[in-house]
């Protein structure tokens, strides 16, 4: 079996379905900083947990690139990559992600799954380009919950993103995100 991303993918959401606790959601292809980057796997409890997936064929490189808009979106990042580039991923991706190794194994004809290293908290969140993975409508209803006020409904993402995460703390923010995202 070849370890791509579709293959990859379906056996993990299997893996976190089983999970305790279950994640209250799961998404996948979540946009991220307007479009830069789209995120493989996003889990949400009370933290949102990205995880990107670099499969067999892959290029680990391009995980680099995702990094620094993954960042500043989510609490939490793992890589869940194969065998062929566990080395250069230790060694390229930034020390709190998490990296998973995906192992196809002919006995259980299934994916298994092997932790080399736990995602740690992300210092790094930005709180503007975290309330960016947000609809137009969820800003909305988040500014609404939050007492934020502007004068017209009409204003654009990156005016509401910005006044929201102006007037709140990462905490604030990250449950705010959290919550809207469990909606979907």
Known sequence: MILNDKNIRKAFILKLNRMNPKPKK???????????????????????HCYEIKGESDKIERALKQAKYYDQAFNKITLITTSNHLKKAVSLIPNHWGIIESIYTEKDGRIKFKYHRKATSNSSMDKFVAMQTLWKSEMLKVSELLGVSFLTKEKNRDFIANKISNENNKNIISEMISDQLKLR
Do not use: F, M, T, W
Not at 28 to 44: H, R
């Open 26 to 48: 799961i998404i996948e292809e979540l946009s991220v900083a307007n479009g830069c980057a789209i995120a493989d796997i996003v889990s949400v409890n009370k933290i949102i």
